[in-house]
């Protein structure tokens, strides 16, 4: 049986499992939203860590910890207080952060979580009794000096979500867009027949098709970039509302500055304290670049899909490798599965946007909008799908991936399009005229356009090169 011990706050006493390193309203939070069962990202407890850390570390600086005020602490508990903060930032105390998602809309409750956790463990390494009712590193008066929730939450989603993006998913866009590149390169000399509408058009290289789809790969990682760039501004700095009440003025500032040389990403203060305390625009906006990526790659994973369909009755022009058996019922069927993993993930990244935007839009009411946890798991859950859905795509579909060459270059000859570089020789009329006669006929164009005497055989051959259709002619 779990035994427990007594915590005590401000409501009373509260009974807390006994080898916890959380307290009282860690253990009230836990009751009061037994909800999804869904925790918040480890991303998103490694980044209040760190902001953690470096509101400590800017405390320190301004000599605020040590100082006159209530319960000073020596450098000795400053430095515990910080090792404590690093520890949870490096994912070290994992287990102890059990607060359901759907809680306090501004994270009050997760921020506490915190706060308790690098409290008690500070005081541990300390030397002290981290199960004493008089707590020496104060979760509230120490680790949360100079802060509210409603800037430092904020302000740790901003940290997670950069640091997501520029670990894990430029990484895996980069490597997805460089895969596709080199396709495109190989397949160059590969002549097909092009789509529009589902319908034939005219020839173009397999290589220039690819060379598309790498192309929104690159475009992508701008994106990325942006999405990144949207939430380098932090709120820490504001507190309450905004004002920077209980704060030193310099504390915004040295806050960012440390997260920026820890993290590498050029993090700022906020130019406004009561823009950034009050509006979640930029989880808004960064998200919504998520959801371009989000389009693209269910866009691009839905081509090679269709490219791929087969291997007898369908395109077939390029061969997806064989993951798994693709049906419970039809033996030897094999199905284009990366393709609809990545199609599902990215379906779902772009729901997630909507629940980013509703919460952004409605969520946010004079100083403080109510929707942060929500936001903070939407927005980290979606570059967590799309950087696993790249590098799953790369590894197992597209670096197996092969060009059925055959197949590509059976069809150009048959394409009734073929008779669109007939336009400027007998003009756009009689070119359909000749479309439809070759389709009744079951005929190619260069068949009938022979059979007619449409055009000397020196000119046709030259017009109804399939290469010189895939490029500009002077």
């Known amino acids: 049986m779990t035994q427990y011990r007594t915590e005590h706050d401000s409501m009373g006493d509260v009974q807390v499992p006994a080898e916890a390193y959380y307290g009282a309203q860690t253990q009230r939070a836990v009751e009061n939203f037994p909800i999804s069962g869904w925790e918040l990202m480890p991303s998103m407890i490694s980044a209040m860590g760190l902001v953690k850390f470096a509101c400590g ?217 009561f823009e950034a305390n009050a509006t979640r625009d930029a989880l808004v906006q960064s998200h919504g670049e998520l959801k371009c990526i989000s389009q693209t790659l269910f866009n691009v994973s839905n081509s090679i899909r269709w490219l791929g369909s087969g291997p007898r009755c369908g395109f077939f022009e390029v061969q997806l490798p064989s993951r798994q058996p693709g049906s419970s019922i039809m033996p030897g069927k094999v199905n284009p599965v990366m393709c609809e993993s990545m199609m599902q993930l990215t379906a779902r990244v772009m729901g997630n946007d909507t629940c980013i935007t509703v919460s952004g839009a409605s969520g946010g009411n004079f100083q403080l909008n109510i929707m942060m946890p929500v936001m903070g798991h939407t927005i980290l859950e979606s570059i967590h799908l799309l950087s696993s859905g790249c590098d799953a795509f790369v590894e197992f579909c597209l670096e197996e991936m092969e060009a059925n060459v055959q197949a590509c270059e059976a069809s150009v000859e048959k394409s009734l399009s073929m008779c669109t570089s007939l336009n400027p020789l007998i003009g756009y009329e009689q070119a359909a005229k000749l479309a439809k006669e070759a389709f009744a006929s079951g005929q190619t164009i260069r068949e009938l356009c022979r059979e007619k005497g449409i055009l000397p055989e020196d000119t046709l051959t030259e017009a109804l090169d399939p290469w010189k259709m895939t490029e500009p002619q002077a």
């Open 57 to 273: 570390v800017a405390n320190r600086d301004l000599e605020k910890l040590t100082g006159t005020g209530k319960n000073p602490l020596t450098d000795a508990q400053v430095k515990a207080m910080l090792q404590a903060a690093q520890e949870v930032a490096d994912g070290k105390l994992a287990d102890q952060f059990p607060i359901d998602v759907f809680q306090t809309g501004s994270g009050t409750s997760s921020n506490m979580n915190v706060n308790e956790v690098i409290s008690n463990r500070a005081i541990e390494i300390a030397g002290g009794d981290r199960f004493g009712t008089e707590k020496l590193i104060h979760p509230n008066d120490h680790v949360n000096m100079g802060q509210s929730t409603n800037d430092t939450f904020p302000t740790a989603i901003h940290v997670a979500t950069a640091i997501q993006i520029e670990t894990k998913l430029l990484p895996a866009l980069r490597k997805m867009h460089a895969s596709l590149a080199d396709k495109a390169k190989q397949w160059d000399k590969i002549i097909k027949i092009g789509r529009t509408h589902l319908m034939d058009a005219t020839p173009l290289r397999l290589g220039q098709e690819f060379g598309g789809f790498a192309r929104q790969l690159e475009l992508s990682i701008s994106r990325a970039e942006a999405a990144r760039d949207a939430v380098l501004e932090l709120a820490v700095g504001g507190t309450a509302v905004g004002s920077g009440i209980n704060t030193h003025p310099e504390f915004g500032a040295r806050v960012a500055k440390e997260l920026a040389n820890k993290t590498g990403i050029a993090f700022v203060e906020a130019v406004n304290h």
